[in-house]
């Protein structure tokens, strides 16, 4: 099992590289996430998705498809590309601390 | 882990050829997975995959219930007046269940995502087809010698 010295402490990540537990996130690790996702800083709209995609997971035990991201998180398709460049639901569930999505929407 | 020697894919570039519902969803969940892990991507639709992005035929494409031996149906019935609506109706509504939208809006969403949409010169010339069929999300209408072009670094899927 890797880890990953995150906002002053070794956290544990599993094989995807998502955080393994998700009891270690917190803000600044977020943040620290989303900087290895080559995302500088977060805007509101970013915690906007972050929150969402959270807010679903504890719900439902699965991030939420992009089209729900799109529909429900009031930030448009668009705008997800802009604010995760290199693929939004996959980006912001890592930064949001949950595993990889197992959708294939 | 990826092997050390193996390139992941960067860019695809789908053409779609067969205009039915069960033809076109293959074409539209890759292109849009493509673009979910980062991938560029682009469609290139031709012949009766053209229907796909035609505004008043997009929402209603069918599912072949006829020469499909996987639907498990002999051919006089699946030739029966309403059983191609019927097949596609549950499809429909199991697609639904997994969040996969219909048509219009599948399309809308790939392209928002910045997946590039072609439709080729040929077929339009031969259907006599006019930009104004389109749906709004047509980047434009290319010849295959312009599709290579642009396709130029890509892995080719044909469907």
């Known amino acids: ?105 | 882990m990826p092997e050390n020697n193996v390139q992941p894919i960067e860019k695809v570039s789908i053409i779609v050829s067969h205009g039915s519902l069960e033809g076109v969803y293959p074409a539209l969940i890759m292109a849009n997975g493509a673009r979910m892990e980062g991938i560029e991507a682009s469609l290139f639709f031709t012949f009766f995959g053209l229907d796909a992005i035609i505004k008043k035929r997009m929402n209603d494409l069918k599912v072949a219930t006829v020469g499909n031996p996987a639907m498990h149906m002999p051919t006089l019935v699946g030739a029966l007046p309403g059983m191609s609506s019927f097949a596609t109706k549950m499809m429909q509504k199991e697609m639904e269940k997994l969040d996969i939208p219909p048509v219009g809006e599948f399309i809308t969403m790939i392209h928002d995502a910045g997946c590039e949409i072609y439709a080729c010169r040929a077929t339009v010339d031969m259907f006599h087809l006019k930009k104004e069929d389109f749906c709004d999300e047509l980047d434009g209408v290319i010849s295959v010698g312009q599709f290579y072009e642009k396709a130029a670094g890509a892995q080719i899927i044909f469907t």
Not at chain 1, 65 to 81: A, F, N
Request: glycine share 8%; aromatic share 6%; hydrophobic share 35%.
């Open chain 1, 1 to 105: 099992m890797e880890t990953m010295n995150m906002a002053g402490k070794a956290i544990e990540l599993d094989a995807d590289g998502h955080l393994a537990h998700r009891g270690d996130w917190n803000e600044e690790v977020a943040r620290a996430l989303a900087t290895q996702e080559g995302i500088p800083e977060l805007t509101p709209q970013h915690w906007t998705v972050i929150n969402f995609m959270r807010a679903v997971f504890d719900k439902e035990g699965d991030a939420p498809s992009i089209r729900r991201l799109t529909k429900e998180s009031g930030v448009d398709t668009k705008t997800l590309y802009q604010l995760f460049p290199k693929g939004p639901a996959k980006r912001s569930a890592k930064i949001a601390g949950l595993p990889k999505p197992k959708g294939c929407i």
